[in-house]
Each structure stands twice: as C-alpha cells, then as structure tokens.
C-alpha cells in the first residue's frame, strides 16, 4: 500500500533558491527507505514535506493517499514523527521526561499510558538516570536519542530520521541497528536521511540518491552503488564491504551483507 | 609509523587524573600519553570515555575554564597547560569543533580566518600574510569575501580550518571533525589534515567514531575506556586486536574480517590498508 507519494514536487525558498526540484516518488507502507547525497542537496527539505512542515511550492505529496495541504500539521505529525538532525531544534522542555511527555499530551493519550511510554523510551534509550535534568546537559549523540526516543514513545506510521548516527559510538550504532530490525518487524515505514554509508550497508534500504535538489537514482542499494557515475555527482562513496566484493577476481553472485557473510565465503564457501 | 617517527615529544600527558566538582568519579585517570612531533593520532573510544576532557586538558580549556581535582602535569611544547595563560596555549594548540559553525561568525571568511590574530594584535602585514597563506593552503582564496552562511558545509570547515592554521599551531585538535560532512567532503578533510601533516609538520590529535576514514593516514591509534587508556599502538595493530571491540570501538569491516580469518587459521599477509588490499590478498591465495 501507498504510504508516501511526491508528485513532480518542486519547493522553492522565499529567498528565492530551489531546493527541491521535479521530484516525483512513492514509499509504500513498511518500506526501509535511505536518502543521501552531499550537503545541501534537499535530504532534509524533502523529508519536511512529509509530515506537512514544508509544503510545496509546485506538485503535491500524499500521505496515505492524502494531500498535505489538506492536512493539518497536527493530524501529520501523528503519523510521521521525524528526529531531526540538529536535536537542539527540537528540545525545549524544563526536564528529559517533560519532553518525551510533551507530544504525548499533545496527542490526547491518557495520564497512565502516557507515562508508560515515557517510562519505555527512557530506558530504552538508556537516559533514565536524565530523567529530572534539563535536556540542555545531556551530549549531542543522547540528545539524539532523546528525539528518537520522543517519537518512538507515540508510535507513528511513518519514522524518519535524519543523521541518525552522528555523534553516536560503536555501541549505540549497534542498538540504532536493532531498533531498525525492531521498526521494521512492527511494519513502520522507515526513512533514514544519512551519510553514514557503512551503517546503511547492512540494514540494505531502497537507496534515493539527492544531488542539486533533483531525485537522481532510486533502487536498491547495492544497484544504485555500482553507479560510479551517479555517486561522484552525489559525493558518496562506497561501503567497505561492496568495495571488497568489487575488488575481487573471483566473487560471489552477490555482495556480501556483513563480516559474517565474507567470512563464510572466504573460508571455503567458493 | 609512529614507532619509525624520530620526532620528540610535543605533548606529554603523565599521571593524569581529573574530576569535575560535581562528578563522583574522575573523568580521566592515571592517564600517561607522549605525543610525537608530526604524529597524526586518532582518539577513540565509547562516549563518556574521557576523549573530550583529554582533548580539553590538552588545549588548556581544563583547568583554566573547567576547575577542578587536577593531579598529574600535561606538558605541550615546552610548558606546562596548567600554569600557563590561554592566550599563550592558543598560539601552541589549535581547537576544531564538530560544527564549524560554532566557529564562524564574521561577515566574511577572510576575517574569519583573521579572528585569531587579531585577538592576538599581531601587526597588520604579517596578519596579511598569515591570512593568506592559510586560505591558499585550504584552498579558500577565491572565498575570502564571501559570507559564512553562504558557504558549503564542506567550506566552511575549511574556512574553519584556516582560522586555527593562521594562528600556526603546533599541534591541531579536531572534535569529530567529519562527521557533519558528506563521504566525499569527509574524505577531502582528511586529505587536507594528511596535507598538513605533511607539509608543514603539524601534529593532529583526532577524535573520531567513523574510524575508516582516519585510519589510512593516521600513525596512531589511542583507545580509551573509563577514563583510562586501554589501548595504543598502530592503527591496523589496534583494530586486529581482538580486545577492541569490547572497548565499544567500531572496527571497520576490512579489519573485522581480516582479524576473524587470521584467527580461524587462515595465513594472510600484513595487515590490509584499505578494501581493496584485502581483497587482492584474498584473490592471491
């Protein structure tokens, strides 16, 4: 089923730059999405559009089979909760458990069930011992997990998340990986604006490559990767594993997914 | 490798302990850590290791702006941190944020890169002169009238970049200085510090998750967990040690896979420098 729908969406700024052009595209629901391309390319102008912060300037987007400027933002923002890439964009609330608990009261859910699900995201994003402070002391990469774990807590149709991985270590990348598994599991339509390619890699998103505003490559990531053409003009490079695979003389059908899998191949699986 | 690098000594860490006044425990303990003339070291380690307070111990931050429990000495270029003023450590050690953009201001990058030196009210000529040969070097030039915001991500941690460059440090200390950037802008950071390195000597401490980009240029690799150092060697050395992913370090996958076969019995030759290696090596056999 159709969850996301971009009809020749173009958006330009009151300044006067096109951000977004011609970009026509459809996510159908539980689908694991990944948009790169380098800075400034329109990543984070076209995820706005998505949950009705942004409306286009020409096209239309359909969220399941709605047009946004039909919508409130309100009604959006149920169904498609976004971290965004500057936490500090988001977190304004005296205390760690007054944010989780902010959009919660805003989206009606009673007293107790809401604090389950504050109770939930605290922990599971390891930032109950947070739970009094200001969202002000914690890092960069728990305040991160302070925007996952504030979406997460109300349960939307569609997650986005936009540079999820930054600033965070070897461990928490691990866990994002498990919540992706989980969210995938639960049927989530998942969005991941990210550069961080070796992440990606295993996770084995549909891959839309962004360059000058433009929707320039849209497929499977391992498809999309072998287009040398369409990563230079996007300014990114390639996972270490789809390299070892390309280097090899003699190789397996497929790219190898993990360490795991050239492991298995490499001790005598060929 | 550093073990080759003749240089002496630009940063000598011994005995350091540090706790900040409200915290139960120390944030860096017991440290000892020399860093060479010309050595390009990587710092890593989970988050809470005690990266940041060393970074911070380094450039003079702890304990001039954050007070508290200071055992130990950290010695850079010839003085001790501890004992001498901020403005004199500015001209030893540079700092380079995550976000350049906590770093430039001014209304153009030109005066951006001037900043620094004019807070030091060096004279006007030379002030030119250091301003130009830092942009030439990043490659800026043709930006120095252009304003900060109107700058690329990738500029403006170039423009960032010269800033700390005009002020000649001897010793640059980058904060995750990629991992704001697209793969490619990453990769011609990195290229930029190699270049630095190289051409006029300057010593990179580097603090850095994404380690696959750093670890083909780097000459050493600082692990640190609780506070302590747990680890220190050669990069490829580091990453093929068993023990370094309980350190909740992220090895990259070349060296996972290299380390799991030579641990199942399979011979390869020398550590793999990049994918490609490996998979030549691979092929070989």
């Known amino acids: 089923m159709n969850m996301i729908e971009f009809r020749d969406v173009s958006y330009v700024h009151r300044t006067g730059t096109t951000a977004l052009s011609g970009v026509s595209l459809s996510i159908d629901k539980g689908e694991t999405v990944a948009i790169v391309g380098e800075n400034g390319a329109g990543k984070t102008t076209l995820v706005r559009h998505i949950n009705g912060l942004l409306r286009p300037t020409r096209g239309s987007v359909l969220v399941e089979g709605k047009d946004t400027r039909e919508t409130t933002a309100a009604a959006l923002s149920r169904k498609v909760g976004i971290a965004f890439q500057n936490p500090d964009h988001q977190l304004f609330s005296e205390s760690v458990e007054g944010e989780v608990r902010f959009a919660l009261r805003n989206f009606g859910f009673a007293e107790d069930l809401a604090t389950r699900r504050v109770d939930w995201a605290l922990n599971f994003f390891e930032l109950d011992r947070y739970r009094k402070s200001s969202p002000l002391v914690l890092s960069g990469g728990e305040k991160k997990r302070l925007t996952l774990g504030c979406i997460l807590a109300w349960d939307p149709d569609v997650v986005v998340l936009d540079e999820p991985t930054v600033g965070q270590d070897a461990l928490q990348k691990e866990k994002l990986g498990h919540i992706f598994k989980m969210l995938q599991s639960t049927g989530k339509t998942i969005i991941i604006v990210s550069h961080d390619v070796e992440f990606l890699w295993p996770i084995q998103p549909r891959l839309l490559v962004m360059a000058g505003g433009r929707l320039v490559a849209d497929g499977e990531m391992a498809e999309v990767m072998s287009d040398s053409a369409t990563l230079e003009r996007a300014r990114v490079t390639r996972p270490q594993l789809l390299r070892l695979y390309s280097g090899l003389q003699r190789r397996p059908e497929r790219p190898f997914l993990g360490v795991d899998d050239a492991r298995t191949w490499a001790e005598g699986g060929r | ?285």
């Open chain 2, 1 to 285: 490798m550093s073990q080759s690098l003749p240089g002496p000594v630009i940063a000598s860490i011994k005995g350091l302990t540090f706790r900040y006044p409200d915290a139960q425990r120390p944030a860096v303990k017991d440290l000892d850590i020399d860093i060479l003339r010309g050595e390009i070291v990587i710092l890593a380690g989970p988050s809470g290791c005690g990266k940041s307070t060393l970074l911070r111990c380094v450039n003079g931050l702890v304990p001039h702006m954050y007070p508290g429990e200071y055992k130990g000495s950290v010695v850079v270029d010839g003085v001790s941190v501890a004992d001498t003023p901020m403005s004199m450590l500015s001209q030893k050690v540079g700092l380079l944020f995550q976000n350049p953009e906590n770093q430039i201001f001014m209304f153009s990058v030109e005066r951006d890169v001037a900043f620094g030196l004019q807070n030091l009210s060096v004279p006007r000529d030379e002030m030119r002169a250091r301003v130009d040969e830092a942009m030439r070097l990043l490659g800026i030039t043709g930006l120095a009238q252009r304003a900060p915001h109107e700058l690329s991500d990738g500029q403006k941690q170039r423009a960032a970049l010269a800033g700390v460059i005009a002020m000649r440090p001897k010793l640059i200390i980058l904060d995750e200085p990629t991992s704001l950037l697209d793969p490619q802008t990453a990769l011609e950071v990195v290229s930029l510090i190699e270049k630095l390195n190289r051409e006029l000597g300057i010593t990179f401490v580097v603090v850095e998750h994404r380690l696959e980009l750093l670890t083909p240029i780097a000459h050493r690799l600082v692990v640190m967990d609780g506070g302590a150092k747990v680890m220190d060697g050669p990069p490829e050395q580091v990453l093929s040690d068993p023990d370094v992913e309980a350190h909740g370090i992220g090895v990259p996958p070349t060296f996972e896979l290299y380390s799991s076969l030579v641990k199942n019995g399979m011979r390869l030759e020398g550590v793999p420098d990049s994918p490609e290696a490996l998979a030549r090596e691979l092929d070989r056999r």
